[in-house]
């Protein structure tokens, strides 16, 4: 099975930067995922990592590390439609599984 | 590409009614989930397709819970009774078409009363 980490919220101010964590346990590994959902929406995807490293689109970045379980995504240069919920999803084998979200509200 | 359709958008039944739920995927991607959502909390597995065949069910509540995948495009989810605990969002997803993440459809948000 899969175990996937994350804070439940988080707070920051307009302009500045957060880092959204996220530690899993899984029985096999094919990727990690980062999506984002607004409140009311589907989930959208935001970034991909299955090599060890960081992963940059725009003000979005992604880093994983294989050997420790461990992924973080970083929100740069926040703006208010930034406010959203934040989902970590594990892929093993076959079956892709999400934590629970971190819910990030941006502040003016 | 056509994207994920799902029908209806919204539901509200009584508890011990039945419901069912459409997804019309992306055309020709073998791999299809559906997800609940409950408010709050994560979207879990609640069962994932590939082609008309089951990979993973583990967590559908079998005894109220059932689904299928027609010719391997569209799929339904049904629940038959419904229970309160099973108000949530129900969401449908593939892969795109050479990549490897998911695409949602809007969902189905279900409520039980």
């Known amino acids: 099975g899969q175990n996937i980490d994350q804070p439940t919220e988080m707070t920051a101010t307009e302009g500045a930067i957060v880092q959204i964590n996220c530690t899993y346990q899984?029985?096999?590994?094919?990727?990690l995922f980062w999506y984002q959902q607004h409140a009311g929406e589907a989930p959208t995807f935001l970034s991909y990592?299955?090599?060890?490293g960081l992963e940059e689109k725009g003000r979005f970045s992604s880093f994983l590390s294989r050997s420790k379980g461990y992924s973080y995504l970083l929100l740069k240069e926040l703006q208010m439609k930034d406010s959203a919920s934040y989902l970590c999803?594990?892929?093993?084998?076959?079956?892709?599984?999400f934590g629970a979200g971190t819910t990030v509200t941006v502040r003016a | 590409e056509a994207g994920v359709a799902q029908s209806p958008r919204y539901k509200i039944i009584e508890k011990r009614q039945s419901v069912a739920f459409w997804c019309n995927p992306i055309s020709g991607h073998a791999t299809l989930y559906w997800y609940q959502q409950i408010l709050g909390q994560g979207p879990k597995l609640l069962i994932q397709?590939?082609?008309?065949?089951?990979?993973?069910d583990s967590q559908l509540p079998k005894d109220r819970f059932s689904a299928e995948r027609l010719k391997g495009v569209d799929s339904t989810l049904k629940i038959q009774p419904a229970k309160l605990e099973d108000s949530a969002v129900y969401l449908c997803?593939?892969?795109?078409?050479?990549?490897?993440?998911?695409?949602f459809g809007q969902g189905t948000r279900l409520t039980v009363v």
């Open positions: 397709f590939q082609n008309n065949g089951v990979v993973d």
């Open positions: 997803a593939t892969p795109r078409t050479g990549n490897t993440e998911a695409f």
């Open positions: 899984t029985s096999g590994f094919n990727g």
């Open positions: 990592n299955v090599l060890d």
């Open positions: 999803a594990v892929r093993d084998d076959y079956k892709l599984s």
